[in-house]
């Protein structure tokens, strides 16, 4: 069951996660959904997900889709490339690439290596964007 937020909550949370990925992305590295997850709950005070469940796995998508979606507002790549399934599998999961697609950012029925080099793409342009603004 995921955790219920209100508004207000999400809304904090949302920051959080933001902020947690720039930092990422100045220092030029990755973080996993699991690292990102606990750092955000310590940031906030709240909660975190429960990513055994498919419910807050879910839900924490929808956050970092919500961020990403928000950031190209004014930017032209997806900041939550720094977001990755684990240490060893060290690119994000499928929900990154279907976002890709439903935004016009990559091509539907994308083959893996197409998709690879489209979260690479987008990982150099992010690392690139905040590697200036140390």
Do not use: C
């Not at 973080?31 to 839900?59: C, G, H, K, V, W």
């Not at 979606?69 to 790549?77: A, I, T, V, W």
């Not at 950012?105 to 690479?120: C, M, T, V």
């Amino acid at each position: 069951m995921p955790h219920a937020r209100t508004d207000e909550d999400r809304a904090i949370v949302m920051e959080a996660a933001r902020s947690i990925m720039v930092h990422t992305a100045r220092r030029q590295e990755l973080i996993t959904y699991a690292d990102l997850n606990q750092q955000m709950s310590r940031d906030t005070d709240t909660e975190p997900f429960d990513l055994s469940q498919d419910a807050d796995r879910d839900a924490l998508g929808a956050l970092l889709a919500d961020v990403v979606k928000e950031d190209l507002l004014h930017s032209r790549f997806m900041l939550s490339s720094v977001a990755t399934l684990s240490d060893v599998e060290r690119e994000p999961g499928s929900e990154f690439y279907m976002l890709a697609e439903n935004l016009g950012h990559l091509e539907f029925g994308a083959s893996r290596e197409r998709k690879y080099a489209f979260w690479a793409e987008q990982l150099k342009l992010t690392h690139d964007h905040y590697k200036r603004r140390i």
